[in-house]
Every structure is written in C-alpha cells, then in structure tokens.
C-alpha cells in the first residue's frame, strides 16, 4: 500500500527591496567629481605660476576673443535698464528719480547676472571645448607622458589668465554700462539733466558698492564658471560628440550656477535688506 507524498508549499517569495532611484547615483557622482576638481585646481594653482608664458598668452586670447562681446552686451543692459526706466517712471511723473535704476537696477541687479552669463557663454564653452579636442586627439594624455601636470599647465594657467583679465573686464564694461544708460536717459530721451542724473545715482549708490561688493560679485561666480567649463573640457570622451555634448552640459551648468549664486546668495549675502534706496528721503 503505497501512500501520496504531499509536497511542501513553495516558500515565500521575498519581498522586493527597497533601493535608491539609479538617476540619483549620476547626479551626485558628477557633482563630487567638479567638486574635487576644483578642490585640485586650487591646490595646483601655484604650479601655474611656473609658466608665465601661458598666462600672458590666455590673457591676451581672453582680451582679444572677449572683451568686446562683453563690453557690447553689457552697453546692451546700460540702454535697456534706461530705457525701462524712463517709460516706467514717465507713467507716474518721476522721470527724475532714472538715475536708480543705473545704480540699483544695474550695479545691483542686472550687470553682474549678464557679465556671469556672457562668460559662461563665450569663455567657459569655448574653454569646455578646446579642452575637449584636445583630450579626444590625446594632446592632454602628451602632457602627462611628459611628467607636466594638466591641471596646472590647461587649467590653472587659464584661471590666472581670467584673474588677471577679470577686473578690467567688469570695470570697464560696467562704467560703459553706465555710460550707456546716462546717454540713453539723459541726452537721448532727455528724462532729466545731468545734474539731477548724478544726484540721484550716488544717492542709490556708495563708492563701496561700486569698487569692491560688485567687482567680487562679478567676478567670484565666473572664477568657477572658468573651472567648470574646464572640467567639462578634461573630461571630454567619444568623439566630436562628446565634446558637443559636454561644451553644451558645461553651458547649462554655469547658466543655472549664475542664476542661483550670482542671483540669489551672493546678492543676499552682500545687500540683503539694505539696499541704499533712499525713497523716503
């Protein structure tokens, strides 16, 4: 007599375990990669100072390849404030008080945010992009054969260049933004005299404000955006492409790091709620 062997039930599946999306492990691995990039820049920056030559030679490119753009855009930014200024305040009859928006409304707002934007575009991509060719066609990879550091002789040797270059860069262009927007309001659209222009902008304004918390303003962003263009540059692969697809990631990275820093912290830090803005007076 034989008898029915009964089968164990299957043993419980286990249940699913939980995991971190996988989008979020490239984001962060690229954003402790710049960091450490840059972290390196700043460390071999002495090294730089060993080729001279090459911060003069970048300097000179920068100048020659640069400044007219930004000084054009940023003449732009002169009219335009002006421009707004005056049909804003004709509708309520205080055309005299223009000069504010060359001080608050340039100075401190919008001149900063287009010089960041202006160097991201012209000066980070085209350094993401020269970088890029020359990592694809091994020229980096020559470099390091030769027992010469890239990070001090293409990247640290370019940030000098900018540091260099940088404050004249912004004084000049920001005093022909001024200039442009006193043309614009002034003998043009004829808002008010001369006299009152000027009364009224160093009312908003202080030599302060205009010699030091807008120059480091300015310029504190772009240094990384210099940086950052070049990392997207050394790391460059799979062609051509890639070094399109990079120039272009580099140029939405330093477009958002502007907006945010340049925008949002660095005015906070720097103004905050006490913006000369002398109204009640």
């Given amino acids: 007599m034989t008898t029915a062997i009964e089968k164990a039930p299957p043993p419980p599946e286990p249940a699913p375990r939980l ?46 390849g640069s400044a007219l753009v930004v000084w054009t855009l940023l003449i732009v930014d002169g009219v335009l404030v002006g421009q707004i200024g005056h049909y804003l305040l004709q509708q309520i009859g205080a055309q005299s008080y223009v000069g504010l928006f060359a001080a608050a409304g340039t100075l401190k707002g919008s001149a900063p945010i287009f010089f960041g934007f202006i160097v991201a575009a012209k000066v980070g991509c085209g350094f993401a992009a020269e970088l890029g060719a020359m990592r694809i066609n091994e020229e980096i990879d020559a470099l390091e054969v030769m027992g010469i550091s890239p990070q001090a002789y293409l990247v640290g ?82 062609g051509p492409a890639g070094v399109g697809e990079n120039t272009a990631i580099s140029m939405a990275v330093n477009v958002s790091l502007i907006t945010i820093l340049g925008a949002g912290i660095m005015f906070q830090a720097f103004y905050g709620t006490g913006v000369v803005v002398p109204i009640a007076n």
């Fill in 19 to 64: 995991e971190r999306p996988t989008f979020v492990d490239p984001l962060f691995t690229e954003v402790r990669a710049i960091l450490r990039f840059i972290g390196q820049t700043i460390v071999e920056l002495p090294k730089s100072l060993r080729y001279p030559d090459e911060v003069l030679r970048q300097a000179a490119r920068l100048i020659m």
């Fill in 157 to 238: 040797t370019r940030v000098l260049a900018y540091i260099v270059v940088a404050p004249a860069l912004w004084l000049i262009g920001i005093g022909l933004c001024f200039y442009a927007n006193y043309l614009t309001n002034v003998p043009i659209l004829g808002s008010v005299s001369t006299g009152g222009y000027f009364s009224v902008f160093w009312a908003f304004t202080t030599p302060t404000d205009f010699a030091l918390l807008a120059l480091v303003w300015a310029i504190l962003p772009t240094i990384l955006v210099i940086v950052i263009g070049c990392y997207f540059g050394m790391t460059a692969k799979g």
